[in-house]
């Protein structure tokens, strides 16, 4: 059995980034830039007010008076000048009038016919300089798009953008014993419940996700659904990968071409994990257990699927917590356990078997217990992952 870095290595070294598309900035948030994007223009073009008021030579002293000549709304600037005692009534986000340095609020003045008088002063000019926000020419470096992101990208005058086309994740649930949700399961069957979090978890990290039919335990059925996943990008099976007489999967992929990267991690849960490359195309063949496929999927599968889509640090990043409980000593296995973190204090759940979907639904993280780790005590400092 390898250890969890090394089998994170394996899997990372499986990823070839997929081929740049260009989308329109409207359907480009949560997807990944495939070059750096270069601002078109600058932000904002011209000195503007940030406030509603009037634009004055300043400072503007308490009790000076000033005669309003014009006006500078947003869209529609005052084409003349403000000089010495002069004011030119402005919008914010208007242009600031040639002459002017300072916007004083109309709340601090009173107006009297042509004219304002300044009640409060202040030392705030009220102005953005042209290119406060960026510059023509100011790149945002290649990362995964944000809704700040694309608002930024948008004042940068981009339409659209290149980025990495989503990676296609072929799904395929295995084993006699399942149905799918809302049908009528015979009485050795329960419902296949994995997939659903595997796609959800896929795209949720942007790829697209596509659930084939569920696998028989025969090889016929297996080398059947497998050649529906061609075309796709990685392929991920679940259950089949232990050790049993049903237990088929590794064989039909090594009978279908793939090259094995390796078999069995010494994590728990998540043990019997394969990857490999099957045709050219990734694979990773997740253990069935519900709790074993959904923490090897974050912790192999949502960092593959991030470098296939250019992330150049893809790999999970713990987070450090107190313990807000004790655990026992960990065994020969990285224990991850199902766990609860809120305002920096983590607390191991109490049940830990990998079947059980309710213990996880009601965990937010992954306790990292490294193997071979002694007991741990209430306040000790931990790493764990968000889930
Ligand atoms: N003799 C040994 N037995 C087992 C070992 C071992 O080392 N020696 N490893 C155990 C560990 S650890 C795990 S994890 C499981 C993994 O088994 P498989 O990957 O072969 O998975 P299955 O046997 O097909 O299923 C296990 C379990 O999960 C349920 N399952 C499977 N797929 C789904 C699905 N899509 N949705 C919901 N539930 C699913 C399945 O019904 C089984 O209950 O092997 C241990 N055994
Ligand atoms: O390693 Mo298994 O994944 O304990 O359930």
């Not at 004083?104 to 953005?128: C, F, H, K, M, P």
């Not at 953008?161 to 649930?173: E, K, L, Q, T």
């Not at 006699?176 to 659903?196: C, H, R, Y």
């Amino acid at each position: 059995m390898i250890s969890v870095e090394e089998a994170l290595a394996r899997v990372l070294a499986l990823a070839t980034p997929t081929p740049a598309e260009t989308v329109p900035l409207a359907a480009a948030a949560g997807r990944w830039m495939a070059e750096a994007a270069e601002a078109r223009r600058t932000q904002p073009p011209f000195a503007s007010s940030a406030m509603d008021g009037y634009a004055v030579q300043g400072p503007a002293a308490k009790g000076a008076r000033f005669r309003v000549i014009g006006e500078s709304a947003a869209g529609h600037g005052f084409a003349g000048s403000v000089g010495p005692g002069e004011a030119a009534r402005i919008f914010t986000g208007a242009p600031v009038p040639e002459g002017a340095s300072q916007v004083v609020l109309q709340e601090d003045v009173t107006r009297d016919g042509d004219s304002i008088v300044i009640d409060t002063a202040s030392a705030n000019a009220n102005i953005r300089p042209a290119g406060d926000d960026f510059s023509a020419g100011f790149r945002l470096p290649p990362r995964r798009l944000s809704a700040s992101d694309v608002a930024l990208l948008a004042a940068m005058n981009l339409a659209e953008v290149p980025v990495r086309r989503r990676p296609v994740v072929a799904i395929i649930a295995t084993g006699d014993e399942l149905v799918m949700p809302g049908e009528t399961p015979g009485k050795d069957q329960i419902i296949a419940s994995n997939s659903f979090a595997i796609k959800a978890l896929a795209e949720g990290a942007g790829a697209e996700a596509r659930l084939l039919p569920i696998a028989r335990d025969t090889e016929t059925s297996l080398r059947a659904v497998f050649a529906l996943a061609e075309g796709a990008d990685l392929v991920v099976t679940i259950g089949g990968a232990s050790v049993g007489d049903h237990d088929l999967v590794a064989k039909v992929a090594a009978d279908l071409g793939m090259e094995r990267a390796f078999y069995k991690i010494s994590m728990r849960p998540g043990k019997p994990l394969m990857a490999g490359q099957l045709n050219g195309m990734p694979m990773l063949g997740l253990p069935g257990n519900p709790v074993s496929a959904v923490v090897c999927a974050h912790l192999f599968l949502l960092p593959l699927l991030r470098a296939m889509q250019g992330d150049p640090a893809p790999a999970p990043a713990p987070r450090r917590a107190v313990l807000g409980a004790d655990v026992t000593p960990t065994g020969p296995r990285t224990h991850y356990m199902r766990a609860r973190v809120q305002n920096g204090i983590i607390t191991a759940c109490d049940r830990q078997d990998s079947a059980l979907l309710s213990v996880l639904a009601d965990a937010n993280a992954l306790l990292i217990r490294p193997l071979g780790d002694g007991p741990r005590i209430v306040g000790e400092a931990v790493e764990y992952l968000p889930i």
